[in-house]
């Protein structure tokens, strides 16, 4: 786009923007793939124009994942617009070209602080739900993995063999079992475990 171009937008309060975005994961392919599907999603906004656009290739980080990095220069159409950008995509930084001041109208400000309020709004009820699913599941694998270990022992086992047939770890075992003890379920004799008749 020409220089001329651009000053029409930022004449019409568009904001010129320089955003860098960053993916990690794996393979290599699917992360650099990744990358690219998702700057062609913001160029989708009709109220994003996308200048330029320069592609890192992937490299190996630490643990077998991979790191891509795009830096893309663009016009957008208001603050509003911005946070949006910043909410929805969650770029790693943002560098504001031009204008060298903005001015926001009052009614500005008011729409998008309540745009911004109803995001977060939506993010920490999306949040008490993954929390409230979590305790859940957690609930439901403790209550699982008793019923398991109680299963387990309507043969006496040690620690080992229990952890073998549930398959975990024997620390994580344990600290069910000693719960189990306190709830006069089973008994320890001699490193062995027995359930209570």
């Known amino acids: 786009m020409k220089d001329k171009e651009i000053k029409e937008y930022i004449e019409k309060k568009y ?26 999603n913001i160029k989708k906004d009709s109220e994003i124009v996308v200048l330029k656009e320069e592609y890192e290739p992937a490299e190996e980080l630490e643990g077998g994942v991979f790191g891509v990095i795009a830096e893309i220069e663009m016009l957008v159409k208001n603050i509003e617009k911005l946070t949006w950008l910043c909410v929805n995509f969650s770029p790693a930084s943002i560098e504001l070209i031009e204008p060298d001041e903005v001015v ?6 008011t729409h998008w602080l309540n745009d911004l309020l109803a995001k977060l709004h939506e993010i920490g009820v999306a949040q008490k739900k993954i929390h409230s699913d979590n305790e859940g599941l957690i609930r439901n694998f403790n209550a699982m993995t008793r ?8 043969e006496p ?7 073998k047939k549930i398959g975990m770890e024997d620390k994580h075992t ?17 490193n062995v475990y027995h359930l209570i008749r």
């Open 147 to 154: 019923n398991a270990i109680l299963l387990v022992l309507k």
């Open 104 to 109: 926001i109208e009052q009614k500005e400000i």
């Open 15 to 40: 904001l010129r923007i320089n955003t860098i975005f960053e993916i990690i994961g794996h393979p290599k392919e699917h992360v650099e793939s990744t990358m690219k599907a998702y700057v062609e």
């Open 174 to 190: 344990e600290l069910f079992v000693e719960k189990l003890i306190k709830e006069k379920k089973i008994v320890k004799e001699k």
């Open 157 to 163: 086992c040690d620690i080992q063999s229990i952890s």
